[in-house]
């Protein structure tokens, strides 16, 4: 008994032992980057919103840096994505625009990713949650191994949505294959026609229970009508109401089996991009209808994500770097309540624009770095851009990443800097505009000035348009007339960088 006693002690003593050796030795931090759809530079109350409390967002921005000029690249998905893992500006890769659910994967395997330079780092890497950037070489069969993939760009482990909530095909996928498919039930895709026989949410709206806006009339699943056609795969087809858990629980298992290595995890949650669809325990807890209820939501899934990181004993030594791919948008293809709910919030902030603008909206979105014991609370107005990760973390993590449009902004996401960029290319349905300073330059182009189905104003002037963003945030002075030296500076700053 008393040997038993001692031998268990013992045992206890080494399992402890063990247990900080472990982390000791992991000397490198774990990497989370918490990644958002569609969430807006005023949707956390950390950023001002008071209609909308974001607790568990909030810690990350009040705790960690909070950045106030934090840049996607793109005021769309598919080019910011694009542009957070390769470090490239993704206006020069024309192919990096929204992408249908059947689109070729867009990055090279050949290309330099931040999964890819981190792996080099003896990082173990996945993905979670949204990817639409593309799967296969074209004409994919669904049935068979899905590739090239993020398992072919640097992601050991990927479990992911295709392209969008609200386009098909509405399964996930694990490391190339279709969780839960059934192969007596195949699976087929297409974005040209629909399948002999098959409801679509044009011709059957008595069986949809979200009714169309725009777009978003094709397949139905789930009662939501969506972009793009599908049969078959009934076993593996998603619970809309469930995702957001789903993806959760794929996230918090990934830490549990992997937190005694270094890992790098990007949790790319779907929220709150249509259709939102909230899990019923969120239902009517915002009084803002779908849109805030997700956001809700999300800000549960950061909260009990973030429990994990602390039970599992790693909070402390994880970076964890949060930010949206694009800015807000409240009408985007569904009647859903977002625009007749929406009362005093502004999912802008006092930025001008949304999602699909030039305008500050479109790519301004929340973005911080929290690292609990490492990085102290601080507001930062560096100019950053989620292009930094791959220059910034290869420096963090000691490994040379390959020259891309990536700038080292490890000081500034660590509180140390308040530097930033000297400027910033970004993009918006594949027009750019410039950010330098307190400045903000778009060119003339061509287009309409407002999206008739978002009601978003697209930033689109046929003159040039220039703003001091320190003076004019909201960017109602269009400076380019009354300070032509000005205007002229900067765009031959902007030729340089974009070519003329
Ligand atoms: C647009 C869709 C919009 C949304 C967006 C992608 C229409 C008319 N609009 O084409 O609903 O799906 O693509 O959003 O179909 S993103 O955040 O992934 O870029
Ligand atoms: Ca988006």
């Given amino acids: 008994m008393k040997i038993n006693k001692q031998v268990s002690f013992l045992m206890f003593l080494a399992a402890l032992l063990i247990g900080s050796f472990g982390q000791a030795q992991n000397s490198k931090p774990n990497i989370v980057v918490i990644y958002l759809d569609d969430l807006g530079y005023g949707d956390l109350s950390a950023y001002g919103a008071t209609e909308l409390q974001t607790p568990n967002m909030d810690v990350l921005a009040n705790d960690g840096v909070k950045f106030t000029n934090g840049y996607a690249t793109s005021a769309t998905c598919t080019p910011s994505r694009y542009g957070l893992l390769t470090g490239v500006y993704p206006w020069r890769n024309a192919k990096a ?21 981190l792996k080099r780092a003896g990082y173990q890497t996945a993905i979670v949650g949204k990817w639409h950037l593309g799967l296969g070489a074209g004409n994919v069969n669904w049935n068979e191994h899905i590739s090239p993939g993020p398992n072919e760009v640097g992601f050991d482990d990927a479990y992911i949505l295709a392209a969008t909530q609200d386009r098909t095909p509405t399964v996930y996928i694990k490391d190339g294959y279709i969780d839960g498919l059934d192969k007596k039930d195949p699976i087929y895709v297409s974005y040209k026609k629909n399948f002999e026989g098959e409801p679509t949410g044009k011709d059957n709206p008595e069986l949809t229970t979200m009714k169309w806006h725009h777009g978003h009339n094709q397949s139905i699943v789930n009662g939501i009508p969506r972009i793009g056609y599908m049969k078959g795969g009934k076993s593996a087809v998603w619970s809309d109401i469930d995702m957001a858990d789903h993806f959760l629980a794929k996230a918090q298992a990934y830490v549990k089996s992997h937190k005694n290595k270094p890992f790098f995890l990007y949790y790319a949650l779907q929220q709150p991009h249509v259709p939102r669809t909230p899990n019923p325990r969120f239902v009517g807890k915002s009084g803002m209808g779908p849109r805030g209820d997700v956001i809700l ?74 690292w609990k014991g490492t990085i102290k609370p601080k507001v930062s107005d560096a100019l950053v851009c989620q292009i930094d990760l791959l220059a910034s973390l290869s420096k963090l993590v000691g490994v040379e990443a390959k020259k891309t449009d990536s700038e080292d902004m490890l000081a500034e996401l660590l509180g140390k800097s308040k530097k930033g960029r000297n400027n910033l290319v970004i993009e918006a349905g594949g027009r750019t505009a410039y950010r330098t300073g307190d400045w903000a330059m778009i060119p003339p ?23 001091n963003l320190k003076k004019d945030l909201g960017e109602t002075n269009n400076l380019a007339k009354s300070n032509p030296k000005k205007l002229k500076e900067l765009l031959a700053e902007f030729e340089a960088i974009r070519g003329k």
């Fill in 97 to 117: 625009r929204i992408l249908p659910g059947s689109a070729p994967l867009i990055i090279s395997t050949k290309q330099e990713t931040l999964p890819k330079m």
């Fill in 297 to 370: 939501e999300a800000d549960w899934c950061i909260g009990e994500f973030m429990k994990t990181l602390k039970e599992e004993g790693v909070l402390e030594n994880t970076l964890v770097v949060f930010s949206s791919d694009n800015g807000p948008v409240l009408q985007d293809g569904y009647y859903d309540d977002a625009i007749e709910k929406l009362g005093k919030h502004t999912p802008a902030g006092k930025l001008r624009g949304g999602k699909y603008s030039l305008f500050e909206a479109g790519t301004r979105v929340p973005f911080m770095a929290y």
């Fill in 445 to 467: 182009y061509k287009g309409k000035p407002l999206s008739w189905n978002s009601f978003i104003e697209t930033g689109i002037l046929q003159d040039f348009q220039l703003y």
